[in-house]
């Protein structure tokens, strides 16, 4: 009986461990796996920005729940979130319409959003480019985390907070079916751990478990190129800052009555060709983060996607960010890929096997606004079936 549990989730990205999180806040004994030292994928590789305001209408709630999670777990642990709140940029009449449209969604959700003229955007981030900066769109309650940082000490704090969960890193799970009436897992260490229900959180780790069924799921990975700047503590740039290719991306802005008619003008076609939207989060070591592009494999050919850098495709997001900003954005300190599963037709992968074990991955570009608030009411849901 040591090794029964009532939930286990594979996988201690920021999914799975916020559905951990919440399957011991239902007082379940719970165990969560990680298959390496600690999380290393997309949970620890992205911005950190927690941005509700670029959700579409389902999620964005769960982005509402998101924050309220964050915020009340950092009152009482500090997991590295911070309230600066995000700013999207508009650099043309588009992008223009579309945050002015934007803001009326948000007024009938009673989100507080303010459009800023230029010069108030100057005043509060004076490094933007004057040519660039049109107008802008605020969300002054929305926040940022430290993506290096949150996961390990969320893990810190979860096992801390709840005695029923119990956290194993290096523990891959290799095998996971149904037995009767509970599910069998096993260990690449041969050992065997049994639960009433299993969670995998596998992100995009699609050869250990299920391999044929991820196969035709329809999931694909992206790849992300960031870069990160030597620190620059002088540069005033708080917040999640977001620029015209965000406004010409995100799913809020889809929703915008005009999103439809916007066309994209020639000297945005070769940034959009390589997914590229310019995005800036300063850490809290005075670095700046600057991404990033998208390029797209299927789940059982992410290998083609490679794991280095396009020098090319850094350029173009630096040629970009030095409309959009004027302090020097060459001052490359690190840069990396990331990489997350999506799917084009769902917001995110849910497959359940004989109502025991649970699959949640292809959360999307999403996952660190989001996976508190989604993990709440889909451990609730398989909980409670
Ligand atoms: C460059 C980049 C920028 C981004 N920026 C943002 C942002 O600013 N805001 C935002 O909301 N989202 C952002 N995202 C998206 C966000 O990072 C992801 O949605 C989120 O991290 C996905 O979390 P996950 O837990 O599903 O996956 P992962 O972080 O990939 O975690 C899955 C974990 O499961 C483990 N695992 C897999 N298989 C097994 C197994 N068999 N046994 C044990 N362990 C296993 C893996 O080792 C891994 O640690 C960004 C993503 C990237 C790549």
Partial sequence: MQNHFDVIVVGAGVLGTFHAYHAARLGKKVLLTEKDQYPTQATVRNFGQVVPSGMGSEWFNYGLKGISTYQQIQSEFD????????????????????????KKLMDSRSYEAHLLTTPQCLEKWPTLNNSYCKEALFFPQELSAEPETLIHRLLIYSSQKFPNLTYRPSTTIIDCEVKGDHVVVSSHLKEKFTADHAIICNGGEFKLLFADLFR??????????????????????????LTGLTIRRYESFQECPSYASVQT???????????????????????IIIGDSHEYAEAHKTDDLGFSQSEYINQLMLNEAKRIVTFDVTQIAQSWSGFYPQHNEKDIVEMDIEKRIHIRTAIGGKGMTTSAGYAEESVAKIVNA
């Fill in 265 to 287: 003008p020639p000297h945005l076609a070769e940034l959009k060709k390589w997914g590229i939207h310019v995005l800036f989060k300063k850490a809290i070591d005075g670095s």
């Fill in 216 to 241: 035709s799921s329809g999931i694909i990975v992206s790849k992300l190129q960031m870069l990160r700047t030597i620190p620059m503590a002088s540069v005033p740039l708080e917040g999640n800052i």
């Fill in 79 to 102: 997991v590295s979130i911070r309230n600066n709140g995000s700013v999207y940029i508009a650099s043309d009449d588009d992008e223009l319409q579309l945050i002015h449209e934007l």
